[in-house]
């Protein structure tokens, strides 16, 4: 894996792994409101109380593990401050080659995945801190395999790798039809069977991911609006509270002390 930028803890066990497809998380929760991220969610407790998960207004469930489908809205409630979590793109697994774990919703028991979850967050501390190598490969290290990846049509693949690459860039369905030979109607209808989610779900939710690039540039929350492809601050703000279930400013704020590793490839 090459590292590409890491800010060293500063007397905590806060981490956050970032790939294009994969992100593991272990810091502060908040006091959440409804969330819908765009990937499989994991959320495990890091010394075994357990967590309250309500998936889409349902009934709350209690565990050491919870697994929510992609843009399913929950609400989740930690035990302690700390929280660790682990999301992987939807569109970057084969859908009928996943692991049992990630088909299932809500709290689930499996003493091995929470078993490596736990020593992966102390080997990513360790490798925050410039104590160890960092792990070369994120689903070896959480699943003990590698996931299968999805085989998207090459039109679609194309679209999803440009938006991936650069979320900010103000690209319309129209555009994207037109640059791959699609009917506008063919790509909406070819996207969403591809992608799982309409285009512009999917757009929306790259674009709030990329919030997670910026937590330590130290910057104002207008620039980091601009700089990942908002037009406003209202607008920025509100779509972030969609997706996490948070302001902006909570994230940055819970963010001060938080180990990043940023990196860029498949599931490295």
């Known amino acids: 894996m090459h590292t590409s930028r890491t800010a060293r803890a500063e007397g905590g066990e806060r981490v956050m792994w970032l790939t294009s497809q994969r992100v593991f998380y272990a810091g502060l929760l908040g006091a959440t409101r409804s969330r819908s991220l765009g990937g499989h969610a994991l959320y495990v407790s890091p010394r075994g109380l357990p967590n309250r998960m309500s998936i889409d207004g349902g009934p709350w469930q209690s565990g050491e593990l919870l697994v929510v489908p992609p843009h399913a809205p929950h609400r989740v409630e930690s035990a302690e401050p700390l929280v660790l979590s682990v999301l992987v793109e939807p ?4 859908a009928d080659a996943l692991p049992p774990l ?8 499996d003493d091995d995945f929470v078993r490596r979850m736990r020593v992966a967050h102390a080997q990513l501390l360790a490798a925050s801190q410039g104590e160890t190598p960092p792990p070369a490969d994120f689903d070896r290290l959480f699943f003990g395999q590698a996931l299968a990846p999805r085989r998207l049509d090459p039109r679609i693949a194309q679209i999803v790798a440009r938006i991936c690459a650069n979320p900010a860039e103000p690209l319309t369905a129209e555009a994207c039809a037109a640059s791959v030979g699609l009917s506008f109607s063919r790509f909406l209808h070819l996207f969403r069977g591809q992608a799982g989610v309409p285009f512009r779900v999917f757009r929306a939710w790259k674009r709030a991911r990329s ?13 980091i609006a601009l700089d990942a492809g908002y037009p406003d601050s209202t607008h920025f703000s509100h779509s972030i509270r969609q997706v996490y279930g948070l302001t902006p400013s909570d994230i940055v704020a819970g963010s001060r002390r938080l180990a990043v590793m940023d990196a860029h490839g498949p599931s490295a």
């Open 91 to 94: 569109e970057s697994v084969d």
């Open 102 to 109: 990630l088909g299932q919703a809500g709290a689930v028991q």
């Open 211 to 223: 919030l997670l690039r910026y937590v330590h540039q130290g910057t104002s929350l207008t620039d």
